[in-house]
């Protein structure tokens, strides 16, 4: 397993877990970022990334897409 922030643009990856505080976990299932949920990285730049998430376009930080590992 390794983070989201190792998947390049363009690549679709399935989250395996979900790591952080409940608040971390609970605050991400509800942008869509669930276990065996897949996600496709739209962008990157500088470590923060753009995702698809299901319907929706999705920005994140990088140490909220560390917590995600696939």
């Known amino acids: 397993m390794v983070p989201l922030t190792m998947a390049k ?3 679709t990856v399935t989250i395996r ?3 952080g ?3 971390v976990r609970q605050h991400l299932a ?4 669930v ?3 897949v996600v496709t990285v739209v962008s ?3 470590g923060n ?3 698809q998430v299901k319907d929706s ?9 560390n917590r995600i590992m696939i």
């Open 9 to 11: 643009p363009g690549e």
């Open 17 to 19: 877990k979900i790591t």
């Open 21 to 23: 505080k409940d608040e």
């Open 30 to 33: 509800e942008l869509g970022f």
């Open 35 to 37: 276990v065996d949920g």
């Open 44 to 46: 990157e730049l500088a």
């Open 49 to 51: 990334l753009i995702l």
């Open 57 to 65: 376009r999705v920005a994140l930080d990088k140490t909220m897409a």
